[in-house]
């Protein structure tokens, strides 16, 4: 499945969280991103057939954005609205949406806890985005759950680490909750690895593929486990 992530942002060249999505994304995937401010700048606008033929190619569509006042910044409605725009160009694309997933990645510089009932926002991110799942299912297409991304500017190396990951296994796989997607994921990345790019010695080589081992090993184990726990 081909991922598209839709970058909307003013300008993200100087936004640290989404230089580092787009890093992890590219090192990480296979996922093509498109800014869509440096498009219209660009070409002067949005070419409606030139989009949908371009969306017509991949399977998972992501929209990318930081939270303003509680919704993307404008160039995602306008790219929208110029491009799901009811022609009969669109209504064959349709077809194909049906047959897609949609999900959104919004920044967000508010700690997760204040999104709920009693936060003080008093509304939860899912209830925010809702307009995007409404959009997805009108055109039929499964709607992701979000992936959100909040306080990158407050996070240690190691959260980074974590997110760079788990961002890019959502990229791929269009979730983080199935912890077995997860760890497939993680195995693969690792299985992708090549000596030239390890630069092991004989010793440390295999001491790599014992942990590979293990990390198989586990993940083979635990899918046994809850395969046992469904039947009960």
């Known amino acids: 499945m081909k ?56 399977q998972r569509i992501i929209v990318q954005f930081p939270l303003y006042w509680y919704q993307a910044p404008a160039i995602l409605k306008q790219w929208m609205d110029t491009v799901f725009d009811m022609s009969a160009s669109m209504r064959k694309l349709q077809q194909h949406l049906a047959q897609c997933e949609f999900g959104v990645v919004p920044i967000v510089g508010v700690a997760e806890s204040e999104y709920q009932a009693g936060g003080r926002e008093q509304r939860t991110m899912s209830e925010l985005l809702s307009p995007y799942e409404t959009f997805a299912r009108y055109f039929g297409m499964r709607y992701l759950a979000p992936f959100a991304v909040y306080q990158f500017q407050y996070m240690s190396e190691e959260e980074k680490f974590d997110l760079m990951l788990r961002y890019a296994c959502y990229l791929q796989t269009g979730t983080v909750a199935n912890f077995l997607a997860f760890q497939d994921f993680i195995i693969d990345k ?23 081992g293990d990390l198989e090993q586990q993940r083979d184990e635990l899918d046994e486990l809850l395969n046992i726990t469904r039947d009960w």
Do not use: C
């Not at 993200?12 to 401010?37: E, I, K, R, Y």
């Not at 690792?190 to 590979?212: G, N, V």
């Open 3 to 58: 991922t598209i992530v839709y970058i909307a942002h003013p300008n993200s060249a100087q936004s640290g969280s989404q230089q580092f999505l787009l890093s992890s994304g590219q090192m990480l995937t296979d996922a093509t991103f498109v800014d869509l401010h440096t498009e219209f700048e660009a070409n002067g606008g949005f070419e409606p057939r030139a989009e949908q033929a371009r969306l017509a190619q991949y």
């Open 190 to 212: 690792i299985r992708s690895l090549t000596d030239k790019q390890l630069e092991l010695s004989p010793e440390d080589a295999i001491l790599f593929e014992l942990f590979a």
